[in-house]
C-alpha cells in the first residue's frame, strides 16, 4: 500500500445537513470538542456572554444565530482525518448547501425528534440520496419530551424512503430520560453520568438485576421495543449503508453532549473513505491517482475582514496537494501556482503545505476562480461535473445610497456577486444592476455585508417574485420586453426575460410562438 493511499483511507469528509433548529450546529461543536480543537462548546443562541458556535463566524450569523455559510472544519480522531461541512440550514441558502454537498463522500441528517422530518431536510436529502451516498441519522434533542421512537424511524421510510436501522435507542425521554441502549455496542449509556456511564449488557441483551435501573419501568419498556425491533425491524446491512439506501440511526442531545461521541465513533468506522469520481463525462479517476486533481464548490469573500481576502474551497478528488504545486485551470487552460493555502478550524485558520484527496483546502484568490472550476496538475486535462445552478426567483433592483463611494459598490457587488449566493443580472438597455435569489434572506446578508464589509450602503427596490427564462440572441427583438416581461442579460452578456408570473410566459408564447425560452437548474 502507498503512503498515498494509506493517507486517503484515512479521510472521512462529510456534511451535516438539517431543518433549521434542529440542532446541527451544536452537534458539530460537540464533535469538535471530542476532536479536541476547542475547549468548550457554544450553543448558537448564547449571544449575552459573547460565546458564539465555532462553526458560525461571519458577523450576521453570530448577531441572528444562524447559519449562513458552508464553514469547513478540519480534526484529526480515532487515526482519521475528519472533514466537517456545516451546511446553511436555511432554506434560502440551498444552492450553496446543494454545491457542499457534491464535495462530501458521506452527509449526517439532524432529525428533532420532537418535529420530525421537516420541509428543508426532506429537500436537502433528495439531493443526498440522488448522488447515493451513505447518510447517517441522529435523532437529537432527547433531553425534551418528542415523538414515539418507533414513529420516527417510520417516517423515515414513509417520507424519505430509506430504510432506517436502529443503533440505539432511548430509555426514556425529556425529564424522564434515563439513557441509551446501545445495541451496537451491547451496553447501556447512563445520561448525565460522567464516570461509569456504560453498563454492560449480558448474553441476551439484559443488564445485570443488582442494576438499579434494571427495575426501572422505562427500561422494561425499552426492552419490548427492542423484542419489536429484533422480530419487524430492518437488519443492518453496511452495503445497504454504502449505497445510501438504508440510513443507520442514532439517538440522543447534541446540547447536552448526549449519545454523540457514540455516534461519531460509529460514524468514523461505517463511513467511507474517499470514492472515485466521474470526469470527462465518463471516466473513472480514483482518489489515490498521483496525479493532483479538484474542483472548486465554494468561493467566499472577507473570512478574514481585516485583510479582504477571497478564498477558494477546493475538494481534491486524487492525489496529493503540495505547497506551490502548478496546476491548469480547465476552464481556460491558464497554468497557476497555488501558493498561498489553507486550512480552517471555522474561524481560526491554518497555512497548509500538504492534502490529499478528500481534504478541502481554501485557495487565496485574486479573481481567477469561478464556482464549478476544475484544476488539474498533470498533462491530462481533467474535467469534473458541472455543479448545480439554480434559477432566483426573487429580483431587486440595487443602487449605491451614496453616489461618491461608487467604487466600493462596485468591488462589494463584485466580489459577493462571485460567491454564487445571489446572481447578477444587468438592464439590457440602461445597465442598471439587479440582483436575484433563491431566498428573501440572501438580500438581508447581502445589504449587512455591503454595509460592514465595503463601508458601501445600498438601497433595494423589489422587482417580486419572477420567472426567469432565457432566449437565444438571434431570436430577440428587444421590443419584445414590456413592464411584465422585463429584459435583462445575465453575467456573460446573454439575455434573458423576467416574467412577472406564469400568466406573463404563456402569453409571450403565445404571441411569439417560434421563439425559444429556456430555463436554468
Request: net charge neutral; proline share 4%; no cysteine.
Amino acid at each position: 500500500m502507498t503512503k498515498l493511499t494509506d493517507e486517503v483511507k484515512k479521510r472521512r469528509t462529510f456534511a451535516i445537513i438539517s431543518h433549521p433548529d434542529a440542532g446541527k450546529t451544536t452537534i458539530t461543536e460537540q464533535m469538535l470538542l471530542f476532536g479536541g480543537v476547542i475547549r468548550s462548546a457554544g450553543t448558537v443562541k448564547a449571544r449575552k456572554s459573547g460565546h458564539y458556535a465555532t462553526s458560525d463566524w461571519m458577523a450576521i450569523e453570530k448577531k441572528r444565530g444562524i447559519s449562513v455559510t458552508s464553514s469547513v472544519m478540519q480534526f484529526e480522531y480515532q487515526g482519521k482525518r475528519i472533514n466537517i461541512l456545516d451546511t446553511p440550514g436555511h432554506q434560502d441558502f440551498s444552492e450553496d448547501t446543494y454545491r457542499t454537498l457534491m464535495a462530501v463522500d458521506a452527509a449526517v441528517m439532524v432529525i428533532d425528534s420532537a418535529k420530525g422530518i421537516e420541509p428543508q431536510t426532506k429537500k436537502l436529502f433528495k439531493v443526498v440520496k440522488k448522488r447515493g451516498i451513505p447518510i447517517f441519522t441522529f435523532m437529537n434533542k432527547l433531553d425534551r419530551d418528542g415523538r414515539e421512537p418507533l414513529d420516527l424511524i417510520a417516517e423515515l421510510e414513509d417520507l424519505l424512503g430509506i430504510e432506517g436501522v436502529a443503533m440505539n435507542w432511548p430509555i426514556g425521554m425529556g425529564k424522564q430520560l434515563k439513557g441509551l441502549y446501545d445495541i451496537a455496542n451491547n451496553r447501556v449509556e447512563l445520561y448525565r453520568k460522567d464516570d461509569d456511564r456504560y453498563l454492560p449488557l449480558d448474553k441476551n441483551g439484559k443488564l445485570s438485576e443488582d442494576e438499579p435501573l434494571a427495575q426501572d419501568s422505562l427500561y422494561q419498556s425499552t426492552l419490548d421495543d427492542i423484542d419489536l425491533l429484533k422480530e419487524a425491524g430492518n437488519t443492518f446491512d453496511k452495503e445497504k449503508i454504502l449505497k445510501g439506501d438504508q440510513t443507520p440511526v442514532f439517538f440522543g442531545s447534541a446540547l447536552t453532549n448526549f449519545g454523540v461521541e457514540t455516534f461519531l465513533d460509529s460514524f468514523v468506522n461505517l463511513a467511507p473513505a474517499p470514492q472515485e469520481h466521474v470526469v470527462n463525462d465518463d471516466e473513472k479517476l480514483a482518489a489515490d491517482d498521483p496525479e493532483f486533481s479538484g474542483f472548486v464548490f465554494k468561493i467566499q469573500a472577507n473570512m478574514n475582514p481585516n485583510h479582504r481576502d477571497r478564498i477558494a474551497f477546493v475538494r481534491i478528488g486524487s492525489g496529493e496537494f503540495k505547497k506551490g504545486i502548478d496546476v491548469t485551470l480547465a476552464r481556460t487552460g491558464k497554468p497557476v501556482r497555488l501558493n498561498n493555502a489553507t486550512e480552517f478550524m471555522s474561524s481560526e485558520r491554518v497555512q497548509v503545505s500538504d492534502a490529499v484527496a478528500g481534504d478541502i483546502v481554501g485557495l487565496y484568490d485574486t479573481g481567477n476562480f469561478q464556482i464549478g472550476d476544475s484544476i488539474y496538475a498533470g498533462k491530462k486535462k481533467i474535467v469534473y461535473p458541472a455543479l448545480p445552478q439554480f434559477t432566483p426567483e426573487i429580483f431587486m433592483r440595487v443602487t449605491a445610497k451614496n453616489v461618491m463611494k461608487q467604487k466600493s459598490f462596485h468591488k462589494g457587488m463584485n466580489q459577493l456577486v462571485q460567491e454564487g449566493a445571489i446572481q447578477l443580472y444587468r438592464g439590457y438597455a440602461t445597465d442598471d444592476y439587479i440582483l436575484g435569489a433563491v431566498g428573501q434572506l440572501q438580500f438581508e446578508v447581502f445589504s449587512f455585508r455591503m454595509k460592514n464589509e465595503y463601508n458601501s450602503e445600498v438601497e433595494l427596490h423589489t422587482l417580486g417574485n419572477r420567472v426567469a427564462r432565457w432566449i437565444n440572441p438571434d431570436q430577440l427583438d428587444p421590443k419584445m420586453s414590456s413592464s411584465r416581461n422585463l429584459l435583462v442579460k445575465d453575467r456573460n452578456g446573454e439575455p434573458l426575460f423576467l416574467f412577472e408570473n406564469a400568466f406573463a410566459e404563456r402569453w409571450f408564447k403565445d404571441k411569439y410562438p417560434d421563439v425559444e425560452l429556456t430555463s436554468r437548474l
